[in-house]
């Protein structure tokens, strides 16, 4: 089953603009994920929040979490042609203190810049 | 090592045949893992090893499906009497098992098999 929810569903935008995707997730997690997918292709796994964290960057990536909402968010700063892509938010969900030990997928953003 | 490798990249099989994909992790990862995509979806568990011990199945697998990992190196997907709806992207993926049993770090996924099924 889906875990995360990302909104939106798809997003266009202009070179050198900013594109932020959004994910809400259900249950408690003791971590959350996102990965980049270009067609056709394996994830590639971009940056891992963990849950006593509410905010990490990497190069032009910045993610931030609100365990409270259950959401997280993805920000590209100035993108490029090559950020077009699929993105999905993944959780490390946890019940009692354990880890499931998997990760579960949301349904994704399709992110297309255009030059 | 060149990262996790998936075998082979593209199966076209005809309904009611076997299939079986290779997948060979990266090696000092213990964890390894098996996907199922569809188009428009995000991956879809399916089940997952630690070393050789197969820790999980999803419910959503039916009993035509079977995974095995040897020796805990590389793992097998078979699936038997294959149906239309078995056609997917099936992908493995790898990773260290963080304390307390967490996912600690990211997955590095294979670039998949794509499945036809006519």
């Known amino acids: 089953s889906q875990q995360g929810e990302e909104d939106p569903q798809a997003l266009s935008i202009q070179e050198g603009e900013n594109a932020t995707m959004n994910c809400s997730y259900k249950t408690s997690i003791n971590n959350l994920q996102w990965y980049r997918q270009n067609s056709g292709r394996g994830l590639v796994h971009l940056i891992l929040?963990?849950?006593?964290?509410r905010e990490k960057h990497s190069g032009r990536l910045r993610v931030t979490l609100d365990t409270s909402k259950k959401s997280s968010s993805l920000l590209i700063t100035a993108s490029r042609a090559a950020d077009t892509a699929s993105y999905f938010c993944a959780t490390d969900e946890r019940a009692g203190g354990t880890s499931y030990g998997k990760l579960t997928f949301g349904q994704g953003t399709i992110l297309t810049v255009h030059p | 090592d060149t990262g996790v490798s998936q075998n082979p990249r593209h199966k076209i099989t005809k309904r009611g045949q076997n299939v079986t994909f290779r997948c060979d992790p990266i090696?000092?990862?213990?964890?390894l893992y098996w996907y199922r995509q569809t188009l428009g979806q995000g991956p879809e568990f399916l089940t997952y090893?630690?070393?050789?011990?197969?820790?999980?199945k999803s419910r959503l697998l039916s009993d035509r499906f079977s995974a095995e990992r040897p020796k805990g190196s590389f793992s097998t997907l078979e699936i038997q009497r294959t149906e239309q709806g078995d056609s997917a992207m099936y992908l493995c993926a790898s990773s260290t098992i963080g304390v307390g049993d967490k996912v600690s770090d990211g997955y590095t996924f294979g670039s998949g098999t794509r499945l036809t099924v006519v």
């Open positions: 090893f630690q070393n050789e011990a197969q820790l999980e």
């Open positions: 090696s000092e990862h213990n964890r």
């Open positions: 929040i963990r849950s006593n964290e």
